[in-house]
T-cell receptor
Framework: GDSVTQMEGPVTLSEEAFLTINCTYT??????LFWYVQYPGEGLQLLLK?????DKGSNKGFEATYRKETTSFHLEKGSVQVSDSAVYFC???????????FGQGTELSVKP | DVKVTQSSRYLVKRTGEKVFLECVQD?????MFWYRQDPGLGLRLIYF???????EKGDIPEGYSVSREKKERFSLILESASTNQTSMYLC??????????FGPGTRLTVT
């Protein structure tokens, strides 16, 4: 079945370091891809999305490119801040159904 | 701003109790979802609803039921709570195939 796999956490970085969180997916069709972020004590918020191959989603300095050939949607940020400390979830969705399939989440901790 | 609220942030119940988790959204969204979140497993869909009085099973519906009598409210029911239902429960809503908006979650402990 369809699935999403993320790199294991926790990931610990110093402020201003470069961030990559890997995400790969298995899907029979052509899903939309998402990154959600969960700050401590809160629900999930949509961070960015891409709806077709080679699309790049971006928001708040984060970027991810939909790579069909490698079935990947890696999240990157050039310079992380302490306020980026959160859990990040990669997800896919088929437009017909509207249901999201999530990866296991990756916890990011940024130290000053 | 879209607001999704959940009735409790923390809940402690005993094994065998009937438990109700309530979710309310204020943006007239037709779609509503219940997930549970467990470490290392991400979010898993329990039930969802595309309209009032309609419901569909998600990936892990066993031990749960839902109710949607009004468009803005979606309830998750644990008929007889068990310790393996200790988890974080997240409600979400969406308009069509648009972004899902999540509530803050209810951390349920069953002892």
């Amino acid at each position: 079945g369809d699935s999403v796999t993320q790199m294991e956490g926790p990931v610990t970085l110093s402020e201003e370091a470069f961030l990559t969180i890997n995400c790969t997916y298995t899907a029979t069709g052509y899903p939309s891809l998402f990154w959600y972020v969960q700050y401590p004590g809160e629900g999930l918020q949509l961070l960015l999305k891409a709806t077709k191959a080679d699309d790049k989603g971006s928001n708040k300095g984060f970027e991810a490119t939909y790579r069909k050939e490698t079935t990947s949607f890696h999240l990157e940020k050039g310079s992380v801040q302490v306020s980026d400390s959160a859990v990040y979830f990669c997800a896919l969705r088929y437009n017909q159904g509207g249901k999201l399939i999530f990866g296991q989440g990756t916890e990011l901790s940024v130290k000053p | 701003d879209v607001k999704v609220t959940q009735s409790s942030r923390y809940l402690v119940k005993r094994t065998g109790e009937k438990v109700f988790l309530e979710c309310v959204q204020d943006m007239d969204h037709e779609n509503m979802f219940w997930y549970r979140q467990d470490p290392g497993l991400g979010l898993r869909l329990i039930y969802f609803s595309y309209d009032v009085k309609m419901k569909e099973k998600g990936d892990i519906p066993e031990g749960y039921s839902v109710s949607r009598e009004k468009k803005e409210r979606f309830s998750l029911i644990l008929e007889s709570a068990s310790t393996n239902q200790t988890s974080m429960y997240l409600c979400a809503s969406s308009l069509g195939y648009d972004e899902q908006y999540f509530g803050p979650g209810t951390r349920l402990t069953v002892t």
